[in-house]
T-cell receptor, first 114, second 116 residues
Framework: GAVVSQHPSRVICKSGTSVKIECRSL??????MFWYRQFPKQSLMLMAT?????????EQGVEKDKFLINHASLTLSTLTVTSAHPEDSSFYIC??????????FGQGTRLTVV | AQKVTQAQTEISVVEKEDVTLDCVYE???????LFWYKQPPSGELVFLIR??????QNEISGRYSWNFQKSTSSFNFTITASQVVDSAVYFC?????????????FGGGTRVLVKP
């Protein structure tokens, strides 16, 4: 079964609204989680590293005020896309690393902003 | 900086043909991990293999095989006797070795279309 649960799997929202995406580790604690974005027919690009109990680390070019990350517990990280616009439409996917193992990925969230 | 290049953007084959996906990487780290993931149309990432930089043994798993050549910084993936269900996008990825599950640098992906 899934070891990282991501919700929702699909969301359609109106331009200007905010959307929250949850990434939850099941059966293990994740002090770090990664958020990736994938535009249609493109590769996955790391957006930010979510750290439990501290501020997220954002990759160059990613607006931290637009993509709010909260890692309030050892099993939950959330990504909030604030004031979403059509250009934010993308596939967002989280992963939780495990020491000496491959990272486990969530199922992904397909966001469409209309 | 790490970089992963998958030169083939799309490959189309007829069922039962073999298909090889190329992956070339760049890293300054002496220890690192390489991965292959499959992404079917539904979008989830399916883990296929992890290889550390000290293990150059080739690996076979069913119809899948991997050829790791450190001398040429390549980690190629072959699907033997392809099936329609193999149709997907395949990503090669690289991570630092401090923890195998650390953040990944992905290649551009290769879309494989297997026709019946």
């Amino acid at each position: 079964g899934a070891v990282v649960s991501q919700h929702p799997s699909r969301v359609i929202c109106k331009s200007g609204t905010s959307v929250k995406i949850e990434c939850r580790s099941l059966d293990f604690q994740a002090t770090t989680m990664f958020w990736y974005r994938q535009f249609p027919k493109q590769s996955l690009m790391l957006m930010a590293t979510s750290n439990e109990g501290s501020k997220a680390t954002y990759e160059q070019g990613v607006e931290k005020d637009k993509f709010l990350i909260n890692h309030a517990s050892l099993t939950l990280s959330t990504l909030t896309v604030t004031s979403a616009h059509p250009e934010d439409s993308s596939f967002y996917i989280c992963s939780a690393p495990r020491l000496h193992r491959e990272a486990f990925f969530g199922q992904g969230t397909r966001l469409t902003v209309v | 900086a790490q970089k992963v290049t998958q030169a083939q953007t799309e490959i189309s084959v007829v069922e039962k043909e073999d298909v090889t996906l190329d992956c070339v990487y760049e890293t300054r780290d002496t220890t690192y991990y390489l991965f292959w993931y499959k992404q079917p149309p539904s979008g989830e990432l399916v883990f296929l293999i992890r290889r550390n930089s000290f293990d150059e043994q080739n690996e076979i798993s069913g119809r899948y095989s991997w050829n790791f050549q450190k001398s040429t910084s390549s980690f190629n993936f072959t699907i033997t006797a392809s099936q329609v269900v193999d149709s997907a996008v395949y990503f090669c990825a690289l991570s630092e070795a401090r923890a195998a599950g650390n953040k990944l640098t992905f290649g551009g992906g290769t879309r494989v279309l297997v026709k019946p």
